[in-house]
């Protein structure tokens, strides 16, 4: 089974602090996503990557940077975070098949919370 | 930016009632994706839609997707505890002939209670 692998499940930090978050795919996926999901707004792409070292700015990228080094790693900064980033953090790779369907897996999310 | 419309926002059925969630898109569908979440943990995907008038099962789990290509259903026949959680659909922003990447965005979700 492909697995995403979050490092943190809970973290607490403070206002202005810098957090990384770290995600790791064993499949071999070429893409993969961060997404952050909130109460009644669902989940919101934040960044996407397609390959080592490329990036896409997802829906909300303000507050974000990303960081893909080695294909099975992609990891969430928060350069200084705040309060408002409090929030439970996906991350997901996929594949795109032959058919052309790009199924998603998900990693079992971080949830953060800044003070 | 595509957008997606779930509803209803929240379910509670019965045990054994059969039920249907509702996903509205502003924009044709290319391809559109089921998820289950489980409270507090990641998404699990049940099944994609391509083609106009598809319909997928999966055990109890019933999806379609309508000949316009901007609406699916999903439906659960004889509801069980085990079905309870938050359904979410998403669709790709890209025309997925192209095979290559494309975000997928999200609705915001039905939450699904099922009582004994």
């Known amino acids: 089974d492909v697995k995403v692998t979050q490092s943190s499940r809970y973290l607490v930090k403070r206002t202005g602090e810098k957090v990384f978050l770290e995600c790791v795919q064993d499949?071999?996926?070429?893409?993969m996503f961060w997404y952050r999901q909130d109460p009644g707004l669902g989940l919101r792409l934040i960044y996407f990557?397609?390959?080592?070292?490329?990036?896409e700015k997802g829906d909300i990228p303000e507050g974000y940077s990303v960081s893909r080094e080695k294909k099975e790693r992609f990891s969430l900064i928060l350069e200084s975070a705040s309060t408002n980033q409090t929030s439970m953090y996906l991350c997901?790779?996929?594949?795109?098949?032959?058919?052309?369907?790009?199924?998603?897996?998900f990693g079992a999310g971080s949830r953060l919370t800044v003070l | 930016s595509q957008e997606l419309e779930q509803s209803p926002q929240s379910l509670i059925v019965q045990e054994g009632k059969n039920l249907t969630i509702n996903c509205t898109s502003s924009?044709?569908?290319?391809?559109l994706y089921w998820y289950k979440q489980k409270y507090g943990e990641g998404l699990i995907f049940l099944m994609m839609?391509?083609?106009?008038?598809e319909e997928k099962s999966h055990e109890k789990i019933t999806a379609k997707l309508d000949e316009k290509k901007q609406q699916s259903s999903l439906h659960i026949t004889a509801s069980q505890p085990s079905h309870a959680g938050i359904y979410l659909c998403?669709?790709?922003?890209?025309?997925?002939?192209?095979?290559?990447?494309?975000?997928?965005?999200f609705g915001t979700g039905t939450r699904l209670q099922v009582t004994l």
């Open positions: 997901a790779s996929s594949l795109v098949l032959p058919s052309g369907a790009n199924v998603l897996t």
């Open positions: 499949m071999d996926h070429e893409n």
């Open positions: 990557s397609y390959d080592v070292k490329m990036k």
């Open positions: 839609l391509q083609k106009g008038g």
């Open positions: 924009k044709t569908l290319y391809g």
């Open positions: 998403g669709a790709e922003s890209l025309a997925i002939l192209t095979g290559t990447a494309s975000k997928l965005t």
